[in-house]
């Protein structure tokens, strides 16, 4: 991979294979009750998963980060912008909402389907290489010491074990999910690659993998060249229109009333400061560390 391919799906799998495709992190449908209210109001957990067609065809609130999207039937989309981190409190019973897909993340059920489509395809299925990202400060001083190798723009530390681990996760939190964002069999008859701010991941290999990958109705796949930019679902809540004047739409969370704005706004400003100092406070312990084992 080199420079120039950095915003292509090049820049992700290299341009080597006879075909790919892009398989699509699902996006998240919300359904708030009396008995998840405080999850809900908290840091939300996925949802149900729902694919990018049904994400189209919905006629709920789209909500990713701060920005939320209505669909106006035959006629595109109301693009609203919601205050910076007060989605949680604008939350309440009998909410239903659709969140975006999660980056760099191929979900358990995705990784499970794939598993003997790509074992089939490879001569060493337990011999397979493993890249995460170097950013995240989950790694034990075993794996922080691994090898690593480096793409535009990103490094990433490398493992090896077996096709089998596809789906094991690198952090051991039981809230967050993150496998490897780069696998490959040692013979390289194919690469899949979820880069950390991608919304979909990218697999490169045969026309018969990919034929196969592109037939599975379990995964939300479609056909890609490596000169294409890399896929977002908010591409396909297009064209974004100003509302007509009686045009009938469904509320979402734009108009609520948010109580206290200004604590809010205050509060959301210290967590993310206290973020900010947690995230420098890791960095030196880690660096303590890696000081200790040289010595």
């Known amino acids: 991979m080199k420079p120039d391919d950095f915003g292509f799906i090049s820049g992700f799998v290299p341009s080597l294979f006879e075909s790919y495709v892009a398989i699509r992190h699902p996006a998240w449908l919300h359904n708030c009750t009396k008995e998840n209210l405080h999850e809900c109001q908290g840091d939300p957990a996925p949802g ?15 909500c990713m980060s701060h ?6 039937e035959n006629i595109g989309w109301i693009k609203d912008e919601l205050p910076y ?4 409190v604008l939350i309440q019973v009998g909410d239903r909402w659709i969140s975006h897909p ?20 490879t001569s060493e299925p337990t011999n ?25 723009n990103r490094s990433w530390y490398v493992f090896q074990g077996p096709l089998q681990s596809i789906a094991k996760s690198f952090n051991d939190s039981a809230l967050f999910h993150q496998p490897a964002n780069f696998i490959w069999p040692d013979d390289r008859s194919w690469c899949l690659a979820s880069d ?60 609520r009333v ?28 880690e660096n303590r560390d890696e000081d200790r084992e040289r010595i």
């Open 48 to 62: 149900t998963s729902i694919t990018w067609s049904e994400v189209v065809d919905s006629d709920l609130p789209i």
């Open 67 to 72: 920005t939320q999207y209505r669909k106006l």
């Open 85 to 88: 981190g007060v989605m949680p």
């Open 102 to 121: 999660t980056e760099g993340v191929l979900e358990p059920e995705q990784a499970h389907t794939l598993l003997p489509l790509l074992t089939q395809e």
């Open 128 to 152: 397979c290489w493993f890249g995460i990202w170097d950013g995240f400060s989950i790694k034990s001083i075993e794996e922080r010491n691994a090898p690593m190798f480096h793409t535009p």
């Open 196 to 255: 950390i701010d991608s919304e979909a991941t990218y697999l490169g290999g045969s026309e018969k993998l990919i034929a196969l990958v592109l037939a599975n109705k379990r995964l939300d796949a479609i056909s890609v060249v490596p000169s294409d930019r890399p896929l977002w679902l908010a591409n396909l809540l297009q064209p974004v229109v100003e509302k007509l004047a009686d045009t009938p739409v469904k509320p979402g969370f734009e108009s």
């Open 258 to 285: 948010i109580p206290f704005m200004d604590q809010i706004r205050e509060i959301d400003r210290r967590r993310r400061f206290r973020r900010f100092i947690e995230s420098i406070r890791l960095r030196s312990e």
